[in-house]
């Protein structure tokens, strides 16, 4: 799958899975014989991960070292949990605000 279509799946731009995957927080993507990105499985659940990871708000320097950690191999597992459980933590506390935000305004439209 290239490029294209594969932003077109995600409802990403091109320009966004290439930045992504420059500033590692994909793995390099498989090429084909012309050089060109040739997306196989494995990269496309990277591209999904990532997307909904960020889409939540997780910061990129977090993901990259996921990333890397990652594809250093199984001996890093702790530590990829530990960034997991971090950004975790960090989800539920705006889930937090974002509810009481959520209560304050139902409460404001009630007064219409």
């Given amino acids: 799958m290239n490029i ?3 932003a077109a799946q995600f409802e990403m731009t091109p320009a966004t899975i290439r930045y992504y995957e420059k500033e590692g927080l994909i ?3 498989t ?3 012309s050089g ?7 990269d496309l659940n990277w591209v999904e991960f990532i997307k909904c990871m960020r889409d939540s708000g997780l910061s990129i320097d977090s993901l990259a070292k996921y990333s890397e950690l990652y594809q250093q191999g199984d001996g890093t597992l702790v530590e990829r949990k530990q960034i997991l459980m ?3 933590q960090k989800l ?3 889930q937090k605000l974002i509810n009481g935000t959520v209560t304050r305004l139902e409460q404001k439209l009630d007064n219409y």
Avoid: G
């Fill in 4 to 6: 294209s279509e594969v």
């Fill in 27 to 29: 793995p390099p993507i």
């Fill in 31 to 33: 090429r084909n014989e």
């Fill in 36 to 42: 060109t990105r040739d997306f196989q499985e494995e």
């Fill in 86 to 88: 971090d950004e975790y």
């Fill in 92 to 94: 539920l506390e705006k």
